[in-house]
T-cell receptor, first 118, second 111 residues
Framework: GAVVSQHPSWVICKSGTSVKIECRSL??????MFWYRQFPKQSLMLMAT?????????EQGVEKDKFLINHASLTLSTLTVTSAHPEDSSFYIC??????????????FGEGSRLTVL | AQTVTQSQPEMSVQEAETVTLSCTYD???????LFWYKQPPSRQMILVIR??????QNATENRFSVNFQKAAKSFSLKISDSQLGDAAMYFC????????FGAGTILRVKS
């Protein structure tokens, strides 16, 4: 199956700093990538849909200026948490679709990135 | 907006037995996909099974099968011959043009 890799898998940062998380599709081109946030023992909450070459589409309630998403190539999307605060501590998961717009079809998930803000 | 409901926060099953996880969803669409994903302690999301709404036949993947009732908007997952490695959080998901997940069901397998 298709492989999606996330990096870093775990990051600890000080409050007020910015953190970048990368999501790469290793063996396929992903026109669309998705970013999720997951709190312990809870479901995945979609934060934004990232389309290559265009602006990301954010879900209601997600701060665009806080969570910057860039999808500069067909194999890489990045999530930057700006001016991170302890409440931003969470598990962030990316996924990529083989399809374009419309149905997501089968999504391939990264391993996730645990962010801890001190 | 589409919603997915998993009414069982936790389920337990004896090894080698069968367990069914429930899922209902709400949508006004007629064409969509449904999925069951497994998230073990490693947190890596793993696709278990998928169902196209236009197909009446229930999907099966080895020990995993679904009971898809389109009119009732129900999509349950049956795990037969449960194994210790099946222990995980299971998420039901609806795919219209983005994936919407249910709250999840923690499955514990007893030896």
């Amino acid at each position: 199956g298709a492989v999606v890799s996330q990096h870093p898998s775990w990051v600890i940062c000080k409050s007020g700093t910015s953190v970048k998380i990368e999501c790469r599709s290793l063996d396929f081109q992903a026109t669309t990538m998705f970013w999720y946030r997951q709190f312990p023992k809870q479901s995945l909450m979609l934060m934004a849909t990232s389309n290559e070459g265009s602006k990301a589409t954010y879900e209601q309630g997600v701060e665009k200026d806080k969570f910057l998403i860039n999808h500069a190539s067909l194999t890489l999307s990045t999530l930057t948490v700006t001016s991170a605060h302890p409440e931003d501590s969470s598990f962030y998961i990316c996924s990529a679709s083989l399809l374009g717009s419309g149905f997501t079809g089968e999504l391939f998930f990264g391993e996730g990135s645990r962010l801890t803000v001190l | 907006a589409q919603t997915v409901t998993q009414s069982q926060p936790e389920m337990s099953v004896q090894e080698a037995e069968t367990v069914t996880l429930s899922c209902t969803y709400d949508t006004s669409e007629s064409d969509y996909y449904l999925f069951w994903y497994k998230q073990p302690p490693s947190r890596q999301m793993i696709l278990v099974i998928r169902q196209e709404a236009y197909k009446q036949q229930n999907a099966t993947e080895n020990r995993f099968s679904v009971n898809f009732q389109k009119a009732a908007k129900s999509f349950s997952l049956k795990i037969s011959d449960s194994q210790l490695g099946d222990a995980a959080m299971y998420f039901c998901a609806y795919d219209g043009n983005k994936l919407v997940f249910g709250a999840g069901t923690i499955l514990r397998v007893k030896s």
